[in-house]
């Protein structure tokens, strides 16, 4: 099971409260809570595990779960994170190997209930997520815990069923949260500009560009490799980025307009000449979005770079029978188009 399935936070707190863990012969710690007309009382689990489960093996359990550090910092939320959509997971019989994570956790869980899981960070990371232990996970402690609340048990059909359907409502949900924020977000970066003194342009996307220093050089156009010097900043001052720290002080090399870099990058580059250097001020839906990246940039983080456009040549054409990113990009956005003529 991956991290990305499993992943997901809820706000189920308030049901870790009262009484001991029970444990696992593995070592998993839970509590197990029934939902009774809006209550939670304990339902009581061996710790041989769910006689029951052998009968929703080969389904799919939709699940919004929550995962926190030792120090209970927060580092997924399902609700938050997939727009109030649920992760779902595969159910198979628990290997050995599997004993002590997630598997095993969630094959004690029936639908309708909620549970709080306290792994051993390193059985978790070492079972389920097949990856060292991230640093700040170390530092946060030996524990990790998972709150759980089961929506459902479905056959694959069911439930691919429902993840069409999800897909199309998850979609509509972003791009009116994302046409919300960016509204948002342009006051915020209209007050931002003022403060700061910047004579920046404002593009049809959102974007604002402040042009420092005019370069003479040519516009990029799409497809063509750029190379760019930059910091990344939150509008607190904040640094997250550069090339200086992450690329050596050698500035960055990518196409652009082909989606290599995210959308306030590809829409803000080609309005600047080689050799101008130039205040990027992007929305957080052309940034990282609701996701935030990271532990530096939070959820809907406006992002301001100050970059260099060093170079502008075009890029090496593609081998004997590979698309090149842009013709395809060109293809799509073609495709887009006659599908709004229809």
């Not at 991290?3 to 029970?22: I, M, P, Q, W």
């Not at 956790?105 to 309708?112: R, V």
């Not at 900043?233 to 307009?257: C, M, V």
């Amino acid at each position: 099971m991956s991290l990305a399935l499993a992943a997901g936070v809820l706000g189920l707190a308030s049901c870790n409260k009262g009484g001991d863990f029970s444990k696992t012969k593995s070592g998993i710690e839970y509590k197990v809570f029934k939902g009774t007309n809006g209550k939670y009382d304990d339902r009581e689990v061996s710790a041989e595990g769910d006689p029951t489960y052998k009968d929703r093996v080969g389904k799919i359990m939709a699940l919004h779960v929550e995962y926190r550090t030792a120090k209970d910092s927060i580092l997924f939320n399902s609700r938050k994170q997939q727009m109030g959509f649920p992760v779902r997971v595969p159910l198979d019989s628990v290997r050995k190997e599997q004993r002590g994570g997630l598997e095993e956790a969630i094959s004690l869980l029936q639908p309708g209930d909620s549970a709080v899981f306290r792994f051993n960070v390193d059985t978790i990371f070492a079972k389920s997520f097949r990856q060292p232990v991230p640093p700040f996970m170390k530092k946060a402690g030996n524990t990790m815990t998972m709150y759980v609340k089961v929506d459902k048990v479905q056959t694959r059909d069911e439930a691919m069923a429902d993840v069409q359907k999800m897909q199309v409502e998850q979609q509509q949900k972003m791009q009116a949260y994302a046409e919300t924020q960016l509204k948002k977000d342009d006051v915020t970066l209209q007050d931002y500009i003022k403060k700061n003194n910047l004579s920046a342009q404002k593009d049809a996307s959102g974007v604002y560009v402040a042009v420092t220093q005019p370069g003479t050089g040519p516009k990029p156009k799409q497809g063509q490799l750029v190379s760019v010097q930059y910091k990344g900043t939150l509008l607190d001052g904040k640094e997250f980025d550069s090339s200086a720290k992450g690329n050596q002080g050698k500035p960055i090399e990518f196409p652009i307009g082909v989606g290599q870099v995210i959308p306030g990058w590809d829409k803000a580059i080609p309005l600047l000449n080689k050799g101008s250097k130039a205040v990027l001020l992007i929305p957080s839906s052309l940034a990282y979005g609701q996701r935030g990246a990271g532990a530096n940039i939070p959820a809907d983080a406006i992002l301001r770079f100050d970059v260099e456009l060093v170079d502008v040549k075009n890029a090496p054409a593609a081998p004997a029978g590979q698309p090149n990113p842009a013709d395809i990009q060109r293809q799509i956005e073609e495709m887009q188009r006659q599908q709004q003529g229809k």
